[in-house]
């Protein structure tokens, strides 16, 4: 069993039992899925760099990225029809626990002048979106390999009703918020 997803078992569950009165086991929030999301931008013109970001992006999630490609082409953009803009892998179950668990403990850590997670980074639903500057942070990139440096977007979804749940149920997991 995945360390984070024992963590939730045995000590965040009764945390959030007690602090939110549940009658019902299927009451308590979990998490249900994480979705990493890169966008191109003007990157997307050179496929070295395309397909670079594609790796980096596999070897971080796990996980096969599905490429998303535009609708429609729009000229003040320079996006022609098919053209790919960007990226994102969804994660579930065991291989959602073991990123987070590694993110919490190992990237977030390596982050330059990181204070904690921003609170305002909730959504009023339950689910919490952070945003990362550089994919460096992430020790299964090899720094000498970064063609480009591009950010990403984390969105953690879970079956929490409010932010204030959302909110235990993350820092409980261990996430670093700055409060």
Same mark, same amino acid.
């Given at each position: +069993?995945?360390?984070?997803?024992?963590?939730?078992?045995?000590? =965040?569950?009764?945390?959030?039992?007690?602090?939110? &009165?549940?009658? /019902?086991?299927?009451?308590?929030?979990?998490? /249900?899925?994480?979705?990493? #999301?890169?966008?191109?931008?003007?990157?997307?013109?050179?496929?070295?760099? &395309?397909?670079?970001?594609? =790796?980096?992006?596999?070897?971080?999630?796990?996980?096969?990225?599905?490429?998303?490609?535009?609708? @429609?082409?729009?000229?003040?953009?320079?996006?022609?029809?098919? +053209?790919?803009?960007? +990226?994102? =892998?969804?994660?579930?179950? !065991?291989? +959602?626990?073991?990123?987070? !668990?590694?993110?919490?403990?190992?990237?977030?850590?390596?982050?330059?002048?990181? @204070?904690?997670?921003?609170?305002?980074?909730?959504?009023?639903?339950?689910?919490?979106?952070?945003?990362?500057?550089?994919?460096?942070?992430?020790?299964?990139?090899?720094? #000498?390999?970064?063609?480009?440096?591009?950010?990403?977007?984390?969105?953690?979804?879970?079956?929490?009703?409010? !932010?204030?749940? #959302?909110? #235990?149920?993350?820092?409980?997991?261990?996430?670093?918020?700055? =409060?």
């Amino acid at each position: +069993m995945q360390k984070l997803k024992s963590i939730y078992i045995t000590k =965040v569950c009764p945390i959030l039992v007690n602090e939110f &009165l549940y009658t /019902n086991f299927f009451e308590i929030p979990k998490i /249900n899925k994480v979705v990493i #999301s890169r966008g191109f931008g003007e990157s997307c013109n050179s496929s070295k760099i &395309l397909e670079s970001l594609l =790796v980096e992006l596999k070897n971080i999630s796990g996980q096969k990225p599905i490429l998303c490609k535009s609708k @429609n082409s729009i000229s003040n953009f320079k996006v022609k029809k098919g +053209m790919p803009i960007g +990226m994102f =892998v969804t994660l579930h179950g !065991d291989k +959602m626990y073991s990123f987070l !668990d590694r993110l919490i403990n190992l990237s977030f850590p390596r982050m330059r002048d990181f @204070n904690g997670l921003n609170i305002k980074g909730f959504d009023g639903f339950g689910n919490y979106n952070v945003g990362l500057s550089e994919q460096s942070i992430f020790p299964e990139i090899e720094y #000498s390999s970064i063609l480009k440096n591009k950010g990403m977007n984390i969105t953690i979804v879970t079956t929490a009703k409010t !932010d204030l749940e #959302s909110f #235990s149920l993350l820092k409980g997991l261990g996430f670093p918020f700055c =409060v």
